[in-house]
């Protein structure tokens, strides 16, 4: 009995060992999302699950809301996280901060990061160039279709287009960015463009009442086409947004597809988010089970890129899409 006994008891201990080992052996991701566990979100948990890698994915949702950053980092390194998935423009540069900022104790320097969904990493200074980030613990993804590529689809779409509206939010980098960019090339390529402030003089996030506002004044301007570059406001905002574009007979083209699919906008030009999140997983992926060092991995393009056309809002705008474009676009709401 005794030897039955001191049997049982050494299988339990081996496996109380082995289950102790096989949890300290997953890896902890950690992903800071700016606005709630979307769909690059969870294309990312669906491809580190396929893959079958041990590892285990926390999400903090900042919900737009920088100030909740620090305690972000504190989590991730009080975990602690093995990698860190950032989102945004405005997550990324607060958990990273810039190139500036390699030893700063104030951002995560030591934990390998991977940022997802941001506009321009190159020009916020977040990354050195697609080659390489040039900070040892940071990799990548790149999803964004340029600006002059937008204005030519359009302009396929609208032979008639030669004016260009756009809302952007200073309080949002890559918003700034996307107006600053957009007034540079805009006159090189025969547009005029009509870009306004949401709610100016606002340090935090801008007040809503504001849209309706700057749309009414985008068509008396004129402005029959809006674009969205990169705003997480707008995006959290999308229904009433969108609608009240259709309301003063804008159409909205995107890079946000969820906009033309599940709300008024008319036009979207973007990679699709959940492969943008399989492009995150696999950055990750190599850092965690393969070994690479995240600043020796380029900066990973998205090359899928999809049109989309709410042909619901088409017809209420009187602005059925040319059959050749429908061609090779995708139609939704018929």
């Not at 992903?31 to 285990?56: L, Q, R, T």
């Not at 321009?120 to 697609?130: E, L, M, N, R, S």
């Not at 309706?212 to 406001?233: D, I, K, P, T």
């Amino acid at each position: 009995m005794k030897s039955i006994a001191r049997r049982l008891l050494t299988l339990a201990v081996f496996f109380v060992l082995t289950t102790v080992a096989s949890a300290a052996d997953r890896k902890q991701i950690l992903g800071i999302f700016y606005e709630g566990c979307e769909n690059v979100c969870e294309g990312f948990k669906a491809a580190i699950k396929k893959s079958g890698f041990a590892a285990d994915v926390t999400i903090i949702d900042l919900a737009q809301d920088k100030s909740r950053i620090p305690t972000a980092i504190a989590k991730a390194r009080a975990m602690p996280a093995d990698l860190v998935l950032t989102y945004g423009t405005n997550g990324t540069l607060g958990v990273i901060g810039t190139l500036d900022d390699t030893a700063n104790p104030a951002f995560i320097t030591e934990i390998p990061v991977v940022f997802v969904k941001v506009a321009d990493p190159f020009g916020t200074h977040i990354a050195k160039g697609f080659e390489g980030s040039g900070r040892a613990n940071v990799a990548g993804t790149f999803n964004r279709v340029p600006e002059a590529i937008n204005i030519e689809i359009v302009r396929q779409y609208d032979p008639t287009f030669d004016k260009l509206g756009l809302l952007y939010n200073s309080n949002e980098r890559n918003s700034a960015i996307t107006a600053e960019e957009l007034k540079k090339i805009a006159p090189t390529l025969g547009i005029e463009l009509v870009a306004l402030e949401i709610d100016p003089g606002n340090d935090s996030v801008p007040d809503i009442a504001r849209i309706a506002e700057r749309m009414a004044e985008l068509r008396e301007q004129g402005v029959r086409w809006l674009y969205v570059g990169s705003s997480s406001f707008l995006n959290a905002n999308g229904e009433l947004f969108t609608k009240t574009a259709v309301e003063n007979g804008i159409a909205i083209v995107s890079p946000y597809e969820p906009l033309v699919r599940e709300h008024h906008a008319m036009l979207s030009i973007a990679a699709r988010l959940e492969n943008v999140g399989h492009l995150a997983a696999e950055q990750a992926l190599s850092i965690l089970r393969d070994g690479a060092t995240p600043g020796n991995l380029p900066i990973v393009r998205a090359t899928d890129f999809a049109y989309v056309v709410n042909m619901e809002v088409a017809k209420k705008l009187d602005r059925y899409p040319p059959f050749a474009f429908l061609q090779v676009a995708e139609a939704v709401n018929n």
